[in-house]
C-alpha cells in the first residue's frame, strides 16, 4: 500500500466518478483502475463496487476512506514541517439548503486561511442531495432543517445511512420580502396577509416530497406558487413580484445586498437547524474548521447555540 493509492482513492471519491479522477490525476482510467483494484487485492477487502452506472463505496471502502483520509493528511503536515512550507492544500466539500448563514461561514473561513492553497466545494442544493452527499462522502457536511412535520423521517433516512444530526440552533420561521414589499413595515405577518402575493419556494427534482422541502409550509395550498433552484433567482422574485419564501430569518450579512427583509411569521412551528456527518467516518481538519466558523456566525446573529446533548426528537 502506497500513499499514492491512497490519495487515488480520496480523489475518487471526491470526483465522483473514475473518468474525472483521472484527468484531474492526469493518469489514464485504466491505470488508475488497476491501482485500485491492487490496492483492493493487497488489503483483501472491496474498496468500490461496481456498476453499470459507475464505482460507489462499499461499506469496507467507507472506513477505509475514512483512515486514508488522516494519513494522508498527516502525511502533508509532515512534509509540511520539515519543508519549510506551511501552505498546506486543504480539501473539504459542504452541502447545504440555501442558507445565506452557510455562505457567509464559508468565506469567513476562507478569509482567514492565511493564503493557504485549498479546495473547498460549497453546494447549495436540494434536500434529498445533501443526505445522497453525506452517505456517499462527497461531501464531509450537510446543513438542513428538521421540525415536527419532517422530524420522523428525516432521522429514519439519517439512521438508516449511517448519519447522524448535530444540533445547531432553533428558529421561529420568519418570510423574507422585498424591503418595497406592501407587508415590509409589519411587526409580524400571518398566512393570511400573504394569501394573495406568490409563494416562492426551492424544488426539490425527483425527490420532491413534502418532508424534503425547505420550507415548513409544504403541505399548505398557495393561490400562487413559484419553484426555483437557486438563491439569487428567489431574491430576484421577492424583489420584482412582491413574493415570499419562509426561513429561519437569518438574512445573511451583505449576501442579500440590503434590498430582502425578514419578519416573523406566526406560527406554532419552529426549525431546528443543524448539521450532518457521515458516522463512519471523522471530520477532517478542514471540516471541523468549517463548522467552527459556522457555530461563530450563528452566535453573532443572537442566536443560542445547542449542545450535542440537546433532544432532537421533539
Not at 22 to 46: D, F, M
Not at 128 to 135: F, Q, R
Not at 223 to 231: A, E, L, N, P, T
Not at 254 to 269: K, Q, R
Request: net charge negative; hydrophobic share 35%.
Amino acid at each position: 500500500m502506497t500513499l499514492q493509492q491512497l490519495k487515488y482513492v480520496i480523489t475518487i471519491v471526491n470526483c465522483g466518478s473514475l473518468s474525472e479522477a483521472a484527468k484531474q490525476l492526469y493518469i489514464s482510467q485504466p491505470s488508475l483502475s488497476n491501482a485500485v483494484k491492487e490496492l483492493e487485492k493487497e488489503l483483501g477487502i472491496e474498496i468500490f463496487r461496481r456498476t453499470p452506472r459507475g464505482m460507489t463505496l462499499s461499506s469496507e471502502g467507507t472506513e477505509f476512506l475514512s483512515y486514508a483520509r488522516q494519513v494522508v493528511e498527516q502525511a502533508e503536515l509532515l512534509e509540511a514541517h520539515y519543508s519549510g512550507d506551511k501552505k498546506i492544500k486543504r480539501i473539504c466539500s459542504i452541502s447545504t439548503q440555501h442558507y445565506a448563514f452557510a455562505v457567509e461561514a464559508f468565506v469567513i473561513m476562507l478569509s482567514e486561511l492565511d493564503h493557504e492553497s485549498y479546495e473547498y466545494t460549497l453546494r447549495e442544493t436540494r434536500t434529498g442531495e445533501i443526505i445522497e452527499d453525506v452517505k456517499d462522502l462527497n461531501s464531509e457536511v450537510g446543513i438542513l432543517f428538521i421540525n415536527d412535520f419532517n422530524r420522523k423521517v428525516i432521522l429514519k433516512l439519517l439512521k438508516e445511512n449511517n448519519l447522524v444530526f448535530h444540533p445547531l440552533f432553533r428558529a421561529d420561521p420568519h418570510v423574507f420580502i422585498s424591503k418595497e414589499h406592501p407587508l415590509a413595515k409589519e411587526k409580524q405577518v400571518t398566512y393570511e396577509q400573504l394569501e394573495d402575493y406568490p409563494f416562492v419556494c426551492f424544488e426539490q427534482g425527483q425527490l420532491n416530497s413534502f418532508y424534503f422541502s425547505e420550507e415548513i409550509c409544504s403541505t399548505r395550498t398557495f393561490k400562487k406558487q413559484i419553484h426555483v433552484s437557486d438563491r439569487a433567482t428567489l431574491f430576484n422574485l421577492l424583489g420584482g413580484l412582491n413574493g415570499y419564501t419562509i426561513s429561519s430569518g437569518v438574512l445573511g450579512s451583505d449576501i442579500n445586498s440590503g434590498t430582502i427583509t425578514a419578519v416573523p411569521l406566526v406560527t406554532d412551528e419552529d426549525m431546528l437547524l443543524g448539521w450532518i456527518e457521515n458516522s463512519r467516518t471523522g471530520l477532517s481538519n478542514a471540516a471541523k474548521r468549517y463548522v467552527d466558523t459556522l457555530k461563530k456566525v450563528i452566535d453573532s446573529y443572537g442566536f443560542i447555540l445547542l449542545d450535542e446533548s440537546s433532544d432532537i426528537s421533539q
